[in-house]
């Protein structure tokens, strides 16, 4: 009787396998984003404790917080994205998308962010860290490019609810964080509808 010879097919099957599942793996990998031209973000300050709810880390929690916060929001498209702050990380750390329709919002997590945290303008100690459009900032930056976040100054803004409804002002333009007037009352800001959600 003639001994097998044994097929070197099924070897080269499996390294062709191996090869194409490591190959392929490390294409389609999570890629970090190359860093932004513009300086380095300004780090958002810690909240005032009497801002953090006491159920703080809850959808309830954040939800709240938006209903009294909100209007700080830079919108796109009826979407933007929030850092909410963190008491046992002591950072903002928790990440939410927030779209808003008929007047009420609906969160979801995030993993992180996908949009800059906004750092230009004025800097605030408020319970969010609120984002603004890529194109939106990179703009800002080729208009004042020796603009350091570090200077900007530091404000106490008060609270401000959401804007419910889309607005021309709020579809690309950055909120109004300058502190209200005492004496004007010919404010040309939207009105904010009543509570719908």
Known sequence: MRAQSSSPAPLWLTLGI???LGFGGMAFRDATPPPSAAKAPATPA???RSEIPVNAGTLRA???????WGGYAVWENDLTEIAAWDARRKRHADFYEVRRHDGKFYFRSLRAL????LDHEVRATLPFA???PQWRRDQFY????DYD???APHVDLPPRPPERFATDRSRNQPPD???PRQADHSSNAPLTPGAGG
């Open 18 to 20: 191996a090869a194409g």
């Open 62 to 68: 954040v939800e709240q917080t938006f209903e009294r």
């Open 177 to 179: 964080t300058s502190l």
């Open 114 to 117: 996908t949009r800059p945290i």
């Open 142 to 145: 080729r208009e004042h490019p």
């Open 149 to 151: 976040p570090a200077t």
């Open 130 to 132: 609120f984002t603004e």
């Open 46 to 48: 810690a909240p005032d």
